[in-house]
């Protein structure tokens, strides 16, 4: 731990004491102690949820990661290592006007 870290840690503990000893003067000792438990449940909330959010953060790092490398391995291997020709769009744009006319069809009855 360094020297600059130490210190900003005691200079917080030292504001929390202070602030207690304030809140404790200008209060009854059931505020004191309501607020206390108060503040700690709210803590050891933020704390799981600070944690569950860092596990969702991790967890779409992961599939980005996984979905690009399955994109990568699509476009080498549907437009690098077979080159687009003439043939192959012509294949494509009649795929996709078959696709809708039976999707405007189905959904629509008319086409």
């Excluded at 050891?44 to 599939?63: G, I, P, R, S």
């Excluded at 996984?66 to 690098?80: D, E, G, M, P, S």
């Amino acid at each position: 731990v360094s020297t600059q870290s130490t210190g900003i840690k005691d200079a917080v503990s030292d504001a929390g004491q202070r602030l207690y000893a304030i809140v404790a003067s200008l209060t009854t000792p059931e505020n004191v102690k309501w607020a206390e438990e108060t503040l700690t449940a709210a803590l050891t909330k933020a704390h799981e949820l600070v944690t569950l959010a860092a596990q969702y953060f991790w967890l779409a790092l992961d599939l980005l990661a996984q979905y690009t490398k399955l994109a990568k391995q699509y476009v080498t291997a549907n437009f690098i290592d077979d080159p687009v020709t003439a043939e192959r769009v012509r294949g494509w744009c009649e795929g996709a006007y078959t696709w809708g006319l039976e999707t405007g069809t189905f959904y629509f009855d008319k086409v």
